[in-house]
Each structure stands twice: as structure tokens, then as C-alpha cells.
């Protein structure tokens, strides 16, 4: 893995922290109402895409636990789609998704750092 692509994944990883901060002590009514709070995890979810796509597809291939076309897809919804955005799959995203993508990272961090 070249250190550029060992940056994009702290940066992913980062940013996926960032999200679940910003909602942390709040639930899902609060999130609904709050434009500032859905601006700024959706921003932090662009940055996780947009990193994971400068990963090359043969570093994707050596880390199968992370379901890069899924979060690259992602990124490209919320930057071309903004006018069709489901709060909910935003929600689900910072809830269920980032806490595993987290997990994988960090593995994949503290190997590349050994």
C-alpha cells in the first residue's frame, strides 16, 4: 500500500468518527430537525467517499471487509443527488454502517502501522 493510500484511509477513518460525534447524544427526531447536523455528517460521509475512492482498486482488493463500490456510491449520491436525499439511509449510515466500517479501518491502520 503506498503512504498516500495509508492517509486516505485515516482520513476515511476521520471522518467517520467526525459523523458519529456529531449525532452522538442525539436521536433520530432531533437528527430529523436539525439541518445544521445533517449538513454536517453528510459532508463528513462525502469525505469518507470521496477518500475511498482514491484508494486503487488492487488496495480495495487486499481489504474485502469494506464494501468500497457501496461507500464510493454513497459519496456519489449525496455530491449529484443532494435534491434526493433520504435522511433515514443518512441515519442508518452513521448508526450501523461507520460503527463496522470503523472497526475495519482501525485493524487495517494499526497492521499498516506494525
Known sequence: MQPREQNYLLDMLNAAKLAQDFV?????????????????VTRQIEIVGEA???????T????????WSKVIGLRNHL?????????EIIWDT???VLP???????????????
Do not use: C
Not at 28 to 38: A, C, G, N, P, S
Not at 52 to 58: D, G, L, M, P
Not at 102 to 112: D, F, K, P, R, S
Open 100 to 114: 463496522k466500517l470503523n472497526g475495519v479501518l482501525e485493524g487495517v491502520i494499526a497492521t499498516e502501522e506494525s
Open 24 to 40: 452522538a447524544d442525539i436521536d433520530w427526531k432531533t437528527f430529523e430537525l436539525d439541518l445544521m447536523r445533517q449538513s454536517a
Open 60 to 67: 480495495q482488493m487486499t481489504i474485502p471487509n469494506i464494501p
Open 52 to 58: 475511498a475512492r482514491r484508494i486503487s482498486t488492487e
Open 79 to 87: 455530491i449529484h443527488e443532494y435534491d434526493d436525499l433520504d435522511l
Open 94 to 96: 452513521i448508526q450501523i
